[in-house]
């Protein structure tokens, strides 16, 4: 079965960190880009970061950039979101995504999610 | 940046067509896909480059994109259609989403 499994999430304090993973099974890692997006309670989906196949191509939304790193390792089928010095405004569910490019760059493949709490 | 603008909700009776919009400048020069979230789940892709359907997606579910608004249209309504919708586009390397708009079969 192809699925992607988010795990890592839990209650953190601001200022602190968090690492985030997401585990790939059924399908060829290695050829697909992943992408992490957020959504705190009752508000919309939020995109956070992208990486590419080899890593070549990092990208992050503004309102995490210099603060979470993303990486991945392929011998292992996971990518890792480094969040550091985190918020209030950070908390949510977490959603991993493949990205089909055959289709457009859609992304055909989420995870159900890991729920970060930022709070003291 | 780049804006995708979604009306918070839409209704209709079981049967009717549902219209949902997003509207962004020049949205037609840009690949649209659309997202079925349903209560507590993860998002499901439901039409991607404006109008091309994923396996397993109803036929009742089409889409279009023209000039500043992008439309995903849902035929005969269900009530599993009831949902939260949102489109997305690439721009100037993000990936932006749509508020979403909430579906409300009744």
């Known amino acids: 079965e192809v699925q992607l499994v988010e795990s890592g999430g839990g209650l953190v304090k601001p200022g602190g960190s968090l690492r985030l993973s997401c585990t790939a099974s059924?399908?060829?890692?290695?050829?697909?880009?992943i992408n992490w997006v957020r959504q705190a309670p009752g508000t919309g989906l939020e995109w956070v970061s992208s990486?590419?196949?080899?890593?070549?191509?990092?990208f992050y939304a503004d309102s995490v950039k210099g603060r979470f790193t993303v990486s991945r390792d392929n011998a292992k089928n996971s990518v890792i979101l480094q969040m550091s010095t985190v918020r209030a405004e950070d908390s949510g569910v977490y959603y991993c995504?493949?990205?089909?490019?055959?289709?457009?760059?859609?992304?055909?493949?989420w995870g159900q999610g890991t729920v970060v709490t930022v709070s003291s | 940046s780049y804006e995708l603008t979604q009306s918070l909700s839409v209704s209709v009776t079981p049967g009717q067509t549902a219209t949902i919009t997003c509207g962004g400048n020049?949205?037609?020069?840009?690949?649209v896909h659309w997202y079925q979230q349903r209560p507590g789940q993860a998002p499901v892709l439901v039409m991607y480059?404006?109008?091309k359907r994923p396996s397993g997606i109803p036929e009742r579910f089409s889409g279009s994109n023209s000039g500043n608004t992008a439309t995903l249209t849902i035929s005969r309504a269900q009530a599993a259609d009831e949902a939260d919708y949102f489109c997305?586009?690439?721009?100037?390397?993000?990936?932006?989403f749509g508020g979403g708009t909430r579906l409300t079969v009744l």
């Open positions: 995504a493949r990205v089909n490019s055959a289709w457009y760059d859609a992304f055909d493949i």
């Open positions: 059924g399908f060829t890692f290695t050829r697909h880009t």
């Open positions: 990486i590419s196949s080899s890593s070549s191509y990092i």
């Open positions: 020049n949205i037609d020069g840009k690949n």
């Open positions: 480059k404006d109008n």
């Open positions: 997305q586009v690439w721009d100037s390397s993000h990936w932006v």
